[in-house]
């Protein structure tokens, strides 16, 4: 009696052993067949039917294929496909792993010293991406402003993408030091100092081994500056208005909001 549940038992670790054995097959992985003849294997990260799909073939490298370019899609034991070859038959989207590069323009408004002021700026960046989530690198660029003079920032950047697709919501984190380049306005002296931004956006990588970008943020400028100032004064004897003129000096930051839209490459 004690023998009878024994086969039962030989069935149960059957059946689990099948089970195990069929989770750890590599045959379950996405085959893809292109027209060319190609074969590709990854993780299908997007299929837009009639469109695209987006193929994972490595911790590096994504693709984007056209539905017109796919003969078939089904499973198959993967295998590893050189990269010489994925540039001969596909255009590389992007790569989760690598150097990065930006570039930049934008508008600004905002206020300094209570008076209202808007800025032209453009910035160029190179970095390493770590992944899709993250990646770092330097900056530099030219912000006008026109009331006051032109600056040349130089900054440490920090980017990174909130979803695993081709389009996704990303965000920003910059922080440096920018010196003058060109004085303008009023000011009589014109120092940069300490600069500041952050912003989030929405970002596209294209077929074309690069991608649009559009954000919207908020940066920080601190100067040092100096100017003559005429300061109305009413004399009682007389009953008439005069000025006098004052030499005057402080920091003056600028807080603006900055819309960008740029390229990845």
């Known amino acids: 009696m004690r023998y009878k549940f024994i086969p039962f038992f030989i069935l149960i670790f059957l059946l689990f052993l099948s089970l195990i054995i069929k989770a750890q097959n590599p045959e379950s992985s996405p085959k893809v067949i292109l027209k060319n003849g190609s074969i590709l294997y990854g993780e299908i990260l997007e299929?837009?039917?009639?469109?695209?799909?987006?193929?994972?073939?490595s911790e590096e490298t994504t693709l984007v294929i056209p539905y017109d370019e796919i003969k078939s899609i089904s499973s198959g034991k993967p295998e590893t496909?050189?990269?010489?070859?994925?540039?001969?038959?596909m255009n590389i989207l992007y790569r989760d792993k690598g150097i990065y590069g930006t570039y930049?323009?934008?508008?600004?408004?905002?206020?300094?010293?209570?008076?209202?002021?808007?800025?032209?700026?453009t910035d160029l960046s190179l970095g390493y991406?770590?992944?899709?989530?993250?990646?770092?690198?330097?900056?530099?660029?030219?912000?006008?402003?026109?009331?006051?003079?032109n600056v040349n920032p130089l900054y440490l950047e920090f980017r990174g993408n909130v979803g695993k697709k081709r389009m996704s919501p990303m965000y920003y984190a910059k922080a440096g030091y920018a010196v003058r380049s060109v004085r303008t306005g009023l000011s009589e002296s014109f120092k940069a100092g300490t600069f500041f931004g952050f912003g989030f956006g929405y970002r596209?990588?294209?077929?074309?081994?690069?991608?649009?970008?559009?954000s919207v943020g908020f940066q920080l400028q601190a100067t040092e500056q100096k100017w003559t100032q005429r300061i109305p004064r009413f004399n009682d004897q007389t009953g008439e208005w005069t000025?006098?003129?004052?030499?005057?000096?402080?920091?003056?930051?600028?807080?603006?909001?900055?819309?960008?839209?740029?390229?990845?490459?």
């Open 204 to 214: 596209e990588y294209t077929a074309r081994k690069f991608g649009w970008m559009y």
């Open 104 to 121: 930049a323009g934008g508008i600004g408004f905002g206020n300094a010293f209570r008076d209202v002021f808007f800025m032209l700026n």
């Open 81 to 89: 496909i050189g990269l010489p070859m994925l540039k001969k038959n």
């Open 129 to 149: 991406r770590f992944n899709k989530y993250a990646s770092a690198g330097i900056g530099t660029g030219l912000h006008i402003y026109p009331t006051s003079g």
């Open 47 to 57: 299929k837009k039917e009639n469109e695209f799909i987006t193929l994972k073939i």
């Open 243 to 265: 000025f006098v003129t004052v030499n005057a000096e402080g920091k003056i930051t600028y807080n603006r909001v900055v819309w960008t839209w740029g390229i990845l490459f």
